[in-house]
């Protein structure tokens, strides 16, 4: 299947005005941390204590776009001390379509500690928070997002006794412990998806961006809330990642940036790999 990308250049709040309602299937996005990372030669960032109010019509914005039953990942992550994001998540329910549905937890495998950080801990970790809108979701890819069991699992189903010693969550296929008539199942497509993903930074500089997401994340929520043939969104789109693994998972995709140098790796990347764009 074919599948098209549109990039928009410009401020999200104003872009995404311009798309139709109940539009996009899944919007996977990452903004602005704060004023940490300086991306272009604008006023850059936006401060910690405007930022709840600077980003909640976006995200009202992006529940507006978004299917019944569609998805925002919001990667949402803090900067030192300052609890921004937190006072961002606390708003989402009330003031917006949106509903918290995970908490995922990204866990930047090999993160490379650098600098002295005297008594604070190497942030290793980013959360990342998915609203669905209304009451249940459009969609769930749960074969697509299986992951591998554990040897010592496989190993216990070879030997037929995974059920010994353990107890709860029965009646799912996909689970290894079905106790009832002491069949056990290893569902050969992998266990379901926990809420924890394992996934380097990006380390290469071939697109240049101080801030890309790994091709991963966006894998991860695109497979699992958006339709094959859906569209995805993403409204801070920096060098492109989102855009690029959904045309290639046979999504379309939208995105949005402020600079124009990003928009131009946009295209030169999905245009790489995909050959129907649209701007
Ligand atoms: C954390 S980066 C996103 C990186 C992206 N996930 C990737 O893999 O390349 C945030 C991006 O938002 C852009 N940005 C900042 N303010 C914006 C705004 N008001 N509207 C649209 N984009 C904005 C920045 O230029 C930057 O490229």
Known sequence: M??????LTGD?????????DASVHCC???????????????????APERYADWILPILREIARVLVEGGVLALNL???????YPEAV???VGPETQLTLHERVCWVKANAVPVGH??????????????????????????????????????????RGNLHRGRRGNHGDQA???????????????????????????EQSSHWKHPARFPEAIPQFFIQAY?????????????????????????????????YEQYVRTIHERCRQSHWVFDV
């Open 12 to 20: 999200a709040l104003e872009q995404l005005r311009s798309l139709p």
């Open 226 to 258: 958006c339709p094959p043939g859906g569209v995805v969104l993403d409204p801070f789109a920096g060098s492109g990642t989102t855009l690029a693994v959904a045309t290639r998972l046979g999504r379309h995709a939208i995105g949005i940036e402020l």
């Open 77 to 83: 992550n803090g900067q030192g001390s300052a609890t």
């Open 2 to 7: 074919l599948a098209t990308y549109r990039a």
């Open 28 to 46: 996977v996005t990452s903004p602005p941390y704060g004023t940490l990372i300086r991306y272009g030669d604008g006023a850059d960032g936006v």
């Open 175 to 201: 689970h290894p412990y079905v106790r009832q008539d002491k069949v056990e199942f290893v569902n050969p497509a992998g266990r379901d998806a926990a809420n924890v993903i394992w996934a380097a930074p």
């Open 117 to 158: 950080r005297g008594s604070r801990l190497i942030p290793e970790w980013e959360p990342i928070w998915v609203f669905r809108k209304g009451p249940r979701l459009a969609y769930f890819g749960r074969d697509a997002i299986r992951r591998p069991y554990a040897p010592a699992t496989v190993r216990r189903a070879a």
């Open 89 to 91: 998540i606390v708003r």
